[in-house]
């Protein structure tokens, strides 16, 4: 474990949205009962209200307890994969740990792409498995597999149990690791024999974390020399990440951007922490980010990252990102300042304290300095030029079908207020990120580090049945959907009424757009269905997708002319009894823009294609 913390294990945290918490009751100590049931009654204790996933033969003793719990729900997914990413999206929808379970073997292994998706978004999971009995570990017994060894590198911790006395405290600690410091994603791998074997459960177990001390108070002394830069700044941008929104610090850092005025750039990750409609918000920076924010950061002298990790999809190549700005780098985990990119004043702390410090120490150095105080008018000048000049857009198909963005765009517009949007991997991700309003925190869901198509579907019904109350639409990609929609069913059945946008332009869109600009137009396997290639995603349908949902207890529609486009969404909107799946048929040929080829310097954004811009002499 990379963070540092010790304590007793710490209840789980309020949800922001959805249904109150249920708060267990003090349990009886010295109870004999078997490992299992000692295994449910302790996910009732750190406040477990659902698990995401399938029964087999060795996590089996688990779920017959679990059938008498009142407290803890468990939704019966129909792919261990499913289940991570639904516990996923509940963690990301509620701020509360997520929980999958499965069996030994490749159920297991079936989760460990969701586990390096969490690993990578910092989401705190927590992952059950069942493991062979204990004396047959080693032994290549059926359904065995090493899953501690295997997700050792995309965990934050884990366990392999073996004694049923250990479950209460593995559990406590469990859920202690994963939500506290960085969060992330935590293995508690139970051998079978310890799940059936006779045990005594007491409540609360002592922790045994030796070494577990997440920093959380930043030192002063580099908040002061954080807030001199900052008082020195001419061209200043506040870089925000993820970690801004697991730290619950949106309040803090709108009121540090207005007390500064600097202008703020949000990452996939970070998008809601800063309400998009704010007018010192640049949008999102990196590969597709606005022109306008990736500008910003090159051109900038001081970078403030909060929370953010100087991603290769935001630098660009490395030695060329930014070279003109000093960093102050702040997050929670010591291993990722100065890992990509060297901080001149590196903050360890948690996002929220870091910024209310932050904040009384800038105060404190623009007072009474006029010039440090005046919001940087030289510096908006460039912006707001480069704003005006180099704006997201979009053009509308000459032959009258859908624009994708068109259709994301109006989706967002017709939403209600405070839906979800749990996004697929590719065009449709980025169109969703850029024309989509968000204002609010928990509110755009997506896997960002690992970028893992099927990821919107599982994730959307995860974050629905975690905050019942919301609209949450998914917005995939026919690609990505084809992944996980076998979890269409689950929602159906489990009244989880999801709703999904399928920009279905035939082909896998984003690796077909690099094969349009940099393979010579060779569209080596990227047509998803027979007669693909026309210009837009008509052709022969396989699968159907509005007779695949209907087949999956769904309402099914499907949308083709954009005279009808709002009156379809708007009937889907309408709908809350069921999932719905709306088919949109989008032209195949639209391109996501801004873009920065990989490999290359942020200096050579393009706007669009063949579209260079032009910052004049930015750089004096």
Not at 330 to 356: C, Q, T
Not at 443 to 452: A, H, P, R, V, Y
Not at 465 to 488: H, K, R, Y
Request: proline fraction near 7%.
């Amino acid at each position: 474990m990379t963070e540092q913390a010790t304590g007793a294990p710490k209840p789980q945290p309020r949800p922001r949205s959805g249904g109150s918490q249920q708060q267990p009751a003090a349990a009886s100590a010295g109870e004999r009962m078997t490992g299992a049931q000692s295994l449910i009654r302790s996910l009732e204790e750190v406040g477990v209200d659902t698990v995401f996933g399938i029964p087999g033969g060795a996590i089996l003793p688990a779920y017959d307890p679990m059938m008498d719990s009142g407290r803890v729900r468990h939704v019966l997914v129909r792919h261990e994969q499913g289940a991570g990413h639904a516990a996923t999206g509940y963690a990301q929808a509620t701020g509360k740990v997520g929980v999958c379970m499965a069996t030994s073997g490749p159920g297991a292994t079936n989760l460990v792409t969701p586990i390096a998706d969490a690993h990578m978004d910092s989401v705190p999971m927590v992952a059950i498995t069942g493991q062979v009995a204990s004396a047959a570990i080693g032994t290549d017994a059926f359904q065995e597999a090493d899953i501690c060894g295997i997700t050792m590198p995309v965990t934050k911790h884990n366990f392999l149990v073996t004694d049923g006395a250990e479950i209460p405290r593995t559990i406590a600690e469990a859920f202690h690791v994963a939500s506290t410091g960085r969060p992330g994603p935590v293995l508690v791998d139970i051998a079978k024999d310890a799940l059936q074997g006779t045990t005594v459960f007491s409540w609360p177990p002592a922790a045994d974390l030796p070494g577990y001390r997440p920093v959380t108070k930043p030192h002063g002394k580099q908040i002061r020399e954080a807030a001199r830069l900052v008082r020195d700044a001419r061209r200043p941008v506040l870089y925000v990440g993820g970690g801004v929104l697991k730290s619950g610090a949106t309040a803090e850092l709108k009121v540090l951007a207005e007390l500064t005025g600097a202008p703020v750039t949000t990452t996939l990750m970070g998008i809601g922490a800063f309400p998009d409609s704010h007018p010192q918000h640049l949008g999102m920076p990196g590969m597709h980010g606005t022109v306008a924010a990736v500008t910003a950061l090159q051109k900038a002298d001081l970078i403030v990252a909060l929370g953010a990790r100087f991603d290769d999809r935001v630098t660009g190549r490395l030695d060329s990102f930014a070279p003109h700005a000093k960093v102050v780098h702040a997050d929670i985990d010591p291993a990722e300042i100065g890992k990509n990119r060297a901080a001149d004043v590196p903050i360890v702390g948690d996002a929220r304290e870091v910024l209310a410090d932050l904040i009384v120490a800038v105060q404190s150095e623009l007072e009474g300095n006029a010039e440090a105080g005046s919001g940087y008018p030289e510096w908006w000048a460039l912006l707001n030029r480069w704003r005006e000049a180099y704006p997201l857009g979009y053009d509308l198909p000459r032959d009258g079908s859908l624009a994708p963005q068109q259709v994301i765009e109006r989706l967002g517009q017709l939403a209600p207020e405070g839906t979800v949007f749990a996004a697929g991997v590719g065009q449709h991700q980025m169109w969703a990120a850029h024309f989509i309003r968000y204002e609010k925190p928990a509110t755009w869901l997506n896997s960002g580090g690992l970028g893992t198509m099927g990821y919107a579907v599982p994730a959307a019904l995860g974050a629905k049945t975690g905050s019942p109350e919301s609209t949450v639409w998914a917005v995939d990609g026919d690609g990505c959907f084809q992944m996980t929609n076998q979890e269409l069913a689950t929602a159906a059945l489990n009244n989880i009424p999801i709703k999904v946008a399928i920009i279905n332009n035939g082909a896998l869109g984003m690796v077909r757009q690099w094969q349009t600009l940099f393979y010579n137009q060779r569209y080596s396997n990227t047509v998803l269905h027979e007669g693909a290639g026309a210009g837009h995603g008509r052709g022969t349908r396989c699968p159907d997708f509005v007779k695949l949902a209907e087949a999956m207890g769904c309402v099914g529609l499907r949308c083709e002319d954009p005279e009808e486009l709002d009156a379809v969404i708007e009937k889907a909107n309408a709908i809350n009894d069921r999932p719905v799946v709306v088919d949109f048929i989008v032209h195949e040929d639209a391109m996501v823009w801004p873009m920065v080829a990989a490999g290359t310097s942020n200096d050579e954004v393009m706007a669009a294609r063949g579209v260079r811009p032009d910052f004049g002499d930015s750089d004096d």
